[in-house]
């Protein structure tokens, strides 16, 4: 059975910072590509960041590009998403995600998510 579980999330004045962490268990972790995506009530499921299976690439939604960073250890069956320099518009609730083909993640194209953790940012 694959899980996914986040953790990290809370509570963080604007300009600050938090890392998320997403812990894997049940699925071939170095083989899959891995995820971060974030949701507000009302909204879509929205794409932030993806990583290869190997870590030597990743992608990244503009809003973020320059304040997150995703990265992964494999030893550890772990995946990350740095936030800095965070703003109230990234108030949300942001969900883990694997998947088999890194290129289908900005399409929300996912094989598996975890349950999320929530992230507020207050101005």
């Known amino acids: 059975q694959v899980q996914l579980v986040e953790s990290g999330g809370g509570s963080v004045q604007a300009g600050g910072s938090l890392r998320l962490s997403c812990a894997a268990s049940?699925?071939?972790?170095?083989?899959?590509?891995m995820g971060w995506f974030r949701q507000t009530p009302g909204k879509e499921r929205a794409f932030v960041a993806a990583?290869?299976?190997?870590?030597?690439?990743?992608d990244y939604t503009g809003s973020v590009k320059g304040r997150f960073t995703i990265s992964r250890d494999n030893a550890k069956n772990t995946v990350y998403l740095q936030m800095n320099s965070l703003k109230p518009d990234d108030t949300a609730t942001y969900f883990c995600?694997?998947?088999?083909?890194?290129?289908?993640?900005?399409?929300?194209?996912?094989?598996?998510w975890g349950r999320g953790t929530q992230v507020t940012v207050s101005s």
């Open positions: 990583i290869t299976a190997s870590g030597g690439r990743t």
């Open positions: 995600a694997a998947g088999s083909i890194f290129a289908a993640f900005s399409g929300g194209r996912v094989d598996y």
């Open positions: 049940g699925l071939s972790f170095s083989s899959d590509a």
